[in-house]
């Protein structure tokens, strides 16, 4: 199936623990982006990433860093994880031109 | 913030009724977009309205954008209990990159 697929779908750790989350996408889309989605459904944009090039981080702590380690791939790392943290994660992809994302399912990070 | 507001928040019709709901955004845009999200899942593309266009269809669904206003709808004809979802606006700017608004709770009730 051509899909974003990201892993795991539910994640709970603790406090200061370090994370992560992976994120492929076979759609041979040139952009992967990963946003945040806190309890009240608001859905921010944490990093756009084309060509192992970062484009934008918009006011992420510098806990969390993108790692691709190729087109398909952009896994989101989190060290020393806060409450704060506690939200769903989407990744998503799209081809260069102007023309819609496609969402990964979510992964549900839960820090206690 | 670049991040738009929808209204209304939350919105309960009957199933074969018409949905509206809008969007205001605040800076120019090269397209506005919106995407379903059933409860638990991810966002699904439904529909992507260029700054130059200011209606289009597709199946149920109907956008209008409004460029002076900075404003969008969307219309749900015939409304189903599969349609029950959030829907957001997004906005795209210079780069690729997709902002959200805050989203409009859907119920259609059977």
């Known amino acids: 199936d051509t899909a974003v697929s990201q892993t795991p779908k539910y994640l709970v750790t603790q406090m200061g623990n370090d994370k992560s989350i992976k994120c492929e996408q076979n759609?041979?889309?040139?952009?992967m982006y990963w946003y945040k989605q806190d309890s009240k459904k608001f859905l921010k944009i944490m990093f756009s990433?084309?060509?192992?090039?970062?484009?934008i981080n918009e006011t992420v702590p510098n806990r969390f860093s993108p790692k691709s380690p190729d087109k398909a791939h952009l896994n989101l790392h989190i060290n020393s994880l806060e409450l704060g943290d506690s939200a769903v994660y989407f990744c998503?992809?799209?081809?260069?031109?102007?023309?819609?994302?496609?969402f990964g399912s979510g992964t549900r990070l839960t820090v206690v | 913030s670049q991040q738009g507001e929808e209204d209304p928040q939350a919105l309960s019709i009957q199933e074969g009724e018409n949905a509206t709901m809008n969007c205001s955004y605040k800076t120019s845009i090269n397209n506005l977009q919106w995407y379903r999200q059933n409860s638990g899942r991810g966002l699904v593309h439904l529909i992507l309205?260029?700054?130059?266009?200011r209606e289009k269809h597709s199946g149920r669904l109907r956008v209008t954008l409004d460029t002076s206003k900075k404003s969008s709808s969307l219309l749900i004809t015939a409304s189903r209990a599969a349609d029950t979802a959030s829907y957001f606006c997004?906005?795209?700017?210079?780069?690729?990159?997709?902002?959200f608004g805050t989203g409009t709770r859907l119920t259609v009730i059977p």
């Open positions: 309205i260029r700054s130059n266009e």
């Open positions: 759609l041979g889309h040139d952009t």
């Open positions: 997004a906005t795209v700017t210079g780069a690729n990159n997709l902002f």
């Open positions: 998503a992809s799209s081809p260069a031109t102007y023309v819609g994302y496609t």
């Open positions: 990433y084309n060509n192992k090039e970062l484009i």
